[in-house]
């Protein structure tokens, strides 16, 4: 087939970032079954060693192994992440068919309380809901997902506002369907790519401000190994020279992130590429 | 064109009064819902010894015995008059710890507004212009990764290059920690990594976008006429198509303005500067209400009054709008 240089390029970007994802990702189902890790474990015998084959990413001012405490941390923040993501993404859908479904007044009002949402800063705004509930892996999750279903909400909206005026609706409705059926038969099903691809879009922004609140030291508990805790830890040991035990947890979020901003791209490019974009990696 | 700008000008003040009601109404539900006691929080260690009917006096004293909606409209009522309320964690008056602080916070986004200006203008119409090159792939590559990158962890990087091995910049704080008094080139020097970071960190977006409008643009026909005509590329590039393809970077720059609270929040938090967004972050760590729900909504409204001036700028800079009326 024929194919021109940018899209060559293309295709390596995007092998290249499925290929960092499949490697994060065997590394975080993987590792664990090989090496455990002892949250409370602490190696005084071993502080803030520099990168060495025993430990190749060196180890933090506890004597602990910055690569095995990173794969856990990665683990951390992709649950939390995930689970961030599928509420924040639930909640947004069902205000945008209900916006969009309802249209008129109700719509308006939903509307404007999105906007007025949006107008809150969101890590401030996430800061703000984990201050006041008790800190733990759940108000992480209550955190972000309450601040982040207001964009899915959005897009499903005007999803729905576009479906509403298609044949089949006026066919359904002609038939005698109610409004809560044309929303699960006819709404649900054609908006589920859109719903599946707010959700992967959504879990590379939840895991940011995981990581955010836990270096700030608002989220995760501290022993936990997570990657916002590690970067907080090894910051204070930075001034010290240690520049592993801070800068190694954030390629951990940085490589996955990218991988998945570049596969939407990719994938965004194939679905409509009269919208591509100048920007080739 | 006074006009449409009035009208626009109405419409968001009468939608901000009822959106800070709204925002001061979810912050109030919350922190009555919030497990933490204001008066265990107070009273700290000495809760301990404290007996029950004083700690029962304080309450009563503060208006925590009364409904919640009695308290809230109190709560709401002393805000428009301008009392904050008093800061639990840092035993100060509120006004007095955002009147202290909110001008270094200013002086850092500003200037670090202006740096971002200027560099991803310079460095996107650079990248635009000499598109598919190897120097805009390493443009674009950079950009997309300090996307993806968190800026707390930039910002080490900046602490652990310019402040650990080229010991060139100090690594954090307003001034050298042995001064007594402020001096501004002291200041000024303590200032310049934190504004590199915040403005590198806010930058990506707008070159990237600054490159992709720019490219769509040299493809116009009037980019085509300019070059027939014989004009120097550089004045082509300057005068004629980052012009026109700057109109729609006005209303994105005032929809970035959370991003640029957020990215201050952190920046202010890994230099130690005694900036109002890092003031957020110690607030919140000892659940200090007063001072945490104020400094939301100063943030809020910096939010609503920055997208009003970008809408109001875009009004002024586009003739079309000016002309005819916003759409």
């Known amino acids: 087939m024929f194919q021109t240089a940018p899209g060559r390029k293309r295709g390596r970007s995007a092998r290249l970032a499925a290929g960092t994802l499949i490697v994060f990702g065997l590394a975080v189902l993987v590792v664990p079954f090989v090496a455990r890790l002892d949250q409370h474990l602490v190696d005084l015998t071993a502080t803030s060693l520099s990168p060495r084959p025993a430990h190749p990413f060196g180890t933090d001012e506890m004597g602990r192994d910055v690569l095995l405490r990173a794969v856990y941390g990665l683990r951390v923040s992709l649950l939390v992440g995930l689970v961030a993501a599928l509420v924040s993404v639930t909640i947004g859908t069902l205000v945008g068919l209900v916006s969009g479904a309802l249209g008129g007044i109700a719509d308006r009002i939903i509307m404007r309380v999105v906007d007025g949402l949006n107008s809150i800063p969101h890590l401030l705004l996430g800061i703000f809901i984990v201050a006041m509930l008790t800190p733990s892996v759940g108000a992480v999750i209550v955190s972000v997902a309450l601040t982040h279903w207001t964009t899915t909400a959005r897009i499903i909206r005007s999803e729905v506002l576009a479906l509403r005026s298609r044949p089949f609706v006026d066919a359904a409705i002609s038939g005698g369907s109610g409004r809560l059926r044309i929303v699960r038969r006819h709404f649900l099903p054609h908006l589920s790519p859109q719903v599946a691809l707010a959700a992967v879009l959504m879990m590379p922004h939840a895991i940011w401000h995981e990581t955010a609140l836990s270096f700030l030291g608002l989220g995760l508990p501290p022993h936990l190994a997570s990657l916002g805790n590690m970067i907080n830890d090894g910051s204070r040991s930075l001034l010290a020279g240690n520049w592993w035990a801070s800068l190694v947890p954030g390629l951990f979020i940085l490589l996955p992130t990218l991988a998945i901003s570049a596969l939407t791209q990719h994938w965004r490019d194939r679905t409509s590429p009269r919208e591509r974009s100048e920007l080739q990696l | ?327």
């Open chain 2, 1 to 327: 064109m006074s006009r449409a700008l009035a009208r626009m000008v109405i419409w968001r003040v009468a939608f901000t009064v009822p959106l800070l009601l709204a925002v001061t109404a979810g912050m109030f539900a919350l922190a009555t819902a919030s497990p933490f006691d204001p008066i265990r929080q107070y009273l700290g260690d000495r809760a301990q010894t404290t007996s029950p009917e004083i700690a029962a006096r304080i309450r009563e004293n503060w208006g925590l015995d009364r409904p919640v909606i009695e308290q809230y409209l109190d709560w709401l009522g002393s805000l428009l008059r301008g009392d904050l309320g008093e800061s639990r964690s840092l035993h100060r008056p509120v006004v007095d710890v955002i009147g202290d602080r909110l001008g270094w916070s200013l002086l850092v986004v500003a200037g670090a507004m202006v740096v971002m200006l200027v560099i991803s203008l310079a460095v996107g119409a650079l990248a635009a212009w000499r598109r598919n090159s190897w120097l805009d792939r390493f443009i674009t590559g950079t950009a997309y990764a300090n996307e993806a990158a968190p800026v707390f962890w930039t910002g080490l990087i900046a602490i652990w290059i310019f402040a650990v091995q080229l010991r060139w910049l100090p690594s954090g704080g307003l001034t050298d920690a042995a001064a007594t008094t402020v001096r501004p080139t002291d200041v000024l020097r303590h200032m310049i990594l934190p504004v590199a970071v915040l403005a590198f960190s806010q930058s990506s977006w707008l070159l990237l976008f600054v490159r992709e409008s720019l490219i769509s643009t040299l493809r116009e026909d009037f980019v085509t006429g300019a070059r027939a005509r014989g004009l120097r590329e550089r004045t082509i590039l300057f005068r004629h198509a980052l012009r026109s393809a700057l109109l729609p970077f006005i209303t994105l720059l005032g929809a970035r303005i959370p991003e640029l609270v957020t990215g201050a929040i952190l920046v202010e938090t890994i230099f130690s500067w005694p900036g109002v967004a890092g003031t957020s972050v110690r607030a919140a760590l000892a659940a200090d209400f007063p001072l945490l729900a104020a400094l939301t909504l100063l943030a809020t409204l910096a939010v609503v009054v920055g997208n009003l001036l970008a809408d109001a700028a875009y009004v002024i800079a586009d003739p079309r709008v000016r002309v005819l009326g916003v759409s």
